[in-house]
Each structure stands twice: as structure tokens, then as C-alpha cells.
């Protein structure tokens, strides 16, 4: 459900069901790990809903909180659903940092992600490097040379891929695909593009 299709709906959520408090299920939008579990009343939602920020009630100290507002960890809102009863959020939503209070990316440590999740993992590491940009990274230095810069090695990688799949061997094929899926993710940030819009693509190109 998009975020405007819950808006019109808030007010018609089972709200009494739990006293006015409904569980919210968040998910990391890139890899579809489940961060935490929490819960909003009404004013929750519509704050998480106008401000974009992931936004809880404190079942212990009886105030509304948004999560990140003392750590920086910011849960920026993807997409909102509901369930079929209407009294279950699910929060789709990409983390500033890690979610739990532990320096875990999850309150459930060993939660699974989504298949092929390494790789939604390291494009999700690449678009934390565009928004913080760390002086010691090689990614910060490549988004500091430019889109230009960032396509020629893509194009380098690209030739040598394919020279070790004709001439070199597996262990050589395998790290050269390595660096050219890297800084493929690297190029599409550059363009303000992720994996999940290559994805969608080739999932449409196969529904037709």
C-alpha cells in the first residue's frame, strides 16, 4: 500500500483493538531484513507520515519518540502496509545506522534478509557512503571524482571481466565480476539509482 493510500486510511485502522496502539513491523527497504517491532498510536503514524521519519509511541514512557532522535539513526519511511485484519503496520523504511539500542543492524540478530541480501547489503552500504561521505572511503572518493570518472571504471572492470572469462581463470572471473557489480552499484548512486529500480526492470521486462 503507498504511503497516501494510508493516509486515507489511518482513521480506519483497528485502533481499539489494542488501546489505541497498533504493532509496526519495520523492514530495511534495500536488503528486506526485519529491523525492530514497535508501536504507533494516531499521531504516530501521522508524524512517520508528514515528517518521513519512522515515528513510535513509548509503551514505558507514555510519549511519542522518533526513532534515531537521540542517535542520529534516523528510520527514513519507504512505504507503509497494512493487514488484512487493519491492526498490523508493516513499515517498509532505510536506516541511518543501525537499528538497535546493542549497535546491531537488527533487534533480531539473526534475522534472514531477502536472497542475494549480500548483495542489497552492500548497495545499501553504497547509498549510506553518498549520504555521509567518510573521508577514509575509496567509495566517497569515487562519488568525489564524479559520474565521468565513476562510468570509466565500470567500463575498465567491464574489459577485464570479460578478458578473464576468456583467457584467465575461475578464482580471476570471480573477482573481476566482483569489482564490476561494486562499482556498477557505485555508478548507479551516482544517478540516484539503487538495485531494487534494476530489479523492478527486469521484473516488468519478465511479466511481459
Given at each position: 500500500?503507498?504511503?497516501?493510500?494510508?493516509?486515507?486510511a489511518?482513521d480506519?485502522l483497528a485502533?481499539?483493538?489494542q488501546g489505541?496502539?497498533?504493532?509496526?513491523v519495520v523492514?530495511?527497504?534495500d536488503?528486506?531484513r526485519?529491523l525492530?517491532?514497535?508501536?504507533?498510536?494516531?499521531?504516530?503514524?501521522?508524524?512517520t507520515?508528514?515528517?518521513g521519519?519512522?515515528?513510535?509511541?513509548s509503551?514505558?514512557?507514555?510519549?511519542?519518540?522518533?526513532k534515531?532522535?537521540?542517535?542520529?539513526?534516523?528510520?527514513?519511511l519507504?512505504a507503509?502496509?497494512?493487514?488484512c485484519?487493519?491492526?498490523?503496520?508493516?513499515?517498509?523504511?532505510?536506516?541511518?545506522?543501525p537499528?538497535?539500542?546493542?549497535?546491531?543492524?537488527s533487534?533480531f540478530?539473526?534475522?534472514?534478509?531477502?536472497t542475494?541480501s549480500?548483495l542489497r547489503?552492500?548497495?545499501a552500504?553504497v547509498?549510506?557512503?553518498?549520504?555521509?561521505?567518510?573521508?577514509?572511503?575509496?567509495?566517497?572518493?569515487?562519488?568525489?571524482?564524479?559520474?565521468?570518472?565513476?562510468?570509466?571504471?565500470?567500463?575498465?572492470?567491464?574489459?577485464?571481466?570479460?578478458?578473464?572469462?576468456?583467457?584467465?581463470?575461475?578464482?580471476?572471473?570471480?573477482?573481476e565480476?566482483?569489482?564490476?557489480?561494486?562499482?556498477?552499484?557505485?555508478?548507479l548512486r551516482?544517478?540516484?539509482l539503487g538495485?531494487?529500480?534494476?530489479?523492478?526492470?527486469?521484473?516488468?521486462?519478465?511479466?511481459?
Amino acid at each position: 500500500m503507498s504511503v497516501d493510500a494510508t493516509v486515507s486510511a489511518v482513521d480506519s485502522l483497528a485502533w481499539e483493538k489494542q488501546g489505541g496502539l497498533i504493532p509496526a513491523v519495520v523492514q530495511d527497504a534495500d536488503t528486506l531484513r526485519v529491523l525492530m517491532l514497535g508501536y504507533m498510536d494516531v499521531a504516530a503514524l501521522r508524524a512517520t507520515i508528514e515528517s518521513g521519519h519512522v515515528t513510535f509511541f513509548s509503551r514505558s514512557r507514555q510519549t511519542q519518540w522518533v526513532k534515531g532522535e537521540t542517535s542520529g539513526h534516523y528510520l527514513d519511511l519507504v512505504a507503509l502496509d497494512v493487514d488484512c485484519d487493519g491492526d498490523t503496520l508493516l513499515v517498509t523504511a532505510r536506516p541511518h545506522g543501525p537499528t538497535c539500542h546493542l549497535g546491531r543492524e537488527s533487534c533480531f540478530p539473526s534475522a534472514p534478509g531477502a536472497t542475494g541480501s549480500f548483495l542489497r547489503e552492500l548497495d545499501a552500504l553504497v547509498a549510506r557512503r553518498v549520504r555521509e561521505r567518510p573521508a577514509d572511503s575509496y567509495t566517497t572518493r569515487l562519488f568525489d571524482g564524479g559520474v565521468r570518472r565513476i562510468a570509466q571504471k565500470v567500463g575498465e572492470e567491464g574489459v577485464e571481466t570479460a578478458l578473464a572469462a576468456v583467457a584467465q581463470s575461475e578464482e580471476d572471473l570471480l573477482g573481476e565480476a566482483g569489482d564490476l557489480l561494486y562499482h556498477l552499484l557505485v555508478l548507479l548512486r551516482a544517478r540516484g539509482l539503487g538495485l531494487a529500480d534494476v530489479e523492478a526492470l527486469l521484473k516488468a521486462r519478465h511479466a511481459g
